[in-house]
T-cell receptor, first 112, second 111 residues
Framework: QKEVEQNSGPLSVPEGAIASLNCTYSDRGSQSFFWYRQYSGKSPELIMF????GDKEDGRFTAQLNKASQYVSLLIRDSQPSDSATYLCAFPGYSSASKIIFGSGTRLSIRP | DVKVTQSSRYLVKRTGEKVFLECVQDMDHENMFWYRQDPGLGLRLIYF???????EKGDIPEGYSVSREKKERFSLILESASTNQTSMYLCASSPGNQPQHFGDGTRLSIL
């Protein structure tokens, strides 16, 4: 089983709608989770991190963590064309806390 | 603001050449990383370093080596470049097990 699974997409969402991106992970001991956004041809950029169960909101972005279900999600409200990118979820590796395990990413496309 | 600087955005080299990719961070981070990213394959860790002169192999270290003589600088070396090493190379740094911050990347072409 892969350590982290993401649907590769593309996920197509109309402008102004809510985009929901999901990630499941295999390491029950994981304590923190990160969401990165990567525009085509650019490097990943950290946009959210969450350490505890529940929701964390930052502007139009909400990260949701459910440790019992080993599930983390990212909601983007009022989606804009500028949100079109690949979104990577990630968490610290158990074999070495310095390493981060990245998902393969979900490609999001916001259609006008 | 964290700044991770990679020496080149684009680089073209020939097969068999020894290639150096340089990365510098200005936040005194302990950890530094080198990844390559290819379409459909996601981010793959080549090497990482958690301290000066310390290094650990990542998932795909074959054909690469690294050097970390100073805390702020982490170099990736392609000992004898091959065409299958054509890729986007990304350097990152982090303090402890905190999120990583990436440089802009180097798009390397091996002809």
């Amino acid at each position: 089983q892969k350590e982290v699974e993401q649907n590769s997409g593309p996920l197509s969402v109309p402008e102004g709608a809510i985009a929901s991106l999901n990630c499941t992970y295999s390491d029950r001991g994981s304590q923190s989770f990160f969401w990165y956004r990567q525009y085509s041809g650019k490097s990943p950029e950290l946009i959210m991190f969450i350490y505890s169960n529940g929701d964390k909101e930052d502007g139009r972005f909400t990260a949701q963590l459910n440790k019992a279900s080993q599930y983390v999600s990212l909601l983007i409200r009022d989606s804009q064309p500028s949100d079109s990118a690949t979104y990577l979820c990630a968490f610290p590796g158990y074999s070495s806390a310095s390493k981060i395990i990245f998902g393969s990413g979900t490609r999001l496309s916001i259609r006008p | 603001d964290v700044k991770v600087t990679q020496s080149s955005r684009y680089l073209v080299k020939r097969t068999g050449e020894k290639v150096f990719l340089e990365c510098v961070q200005d936040m005194d981070h302990e950890n530094m990383f080198w990844y390559r990213q290819d379409p459909g394959l996601g981010l793959r860790l080549i090497y990482f370093s958690y301290d000066v002169k310390m290094k650990e192999k990542g998932d795909i270290p074959e054909g690469y080596s690294v050097s970390r003589e100073k805390k702020e600088r982490f170099s990736l070396i392609l000992e004898s470049a091959s065409t299958n090493q054509t890729s986007m190379y990304l350097c990152a740094s982090s303090p402890g097990n905190q999120p990583q911050h990436f440089g802009d990347g180097t798009r390397l072409s091996i002809l």
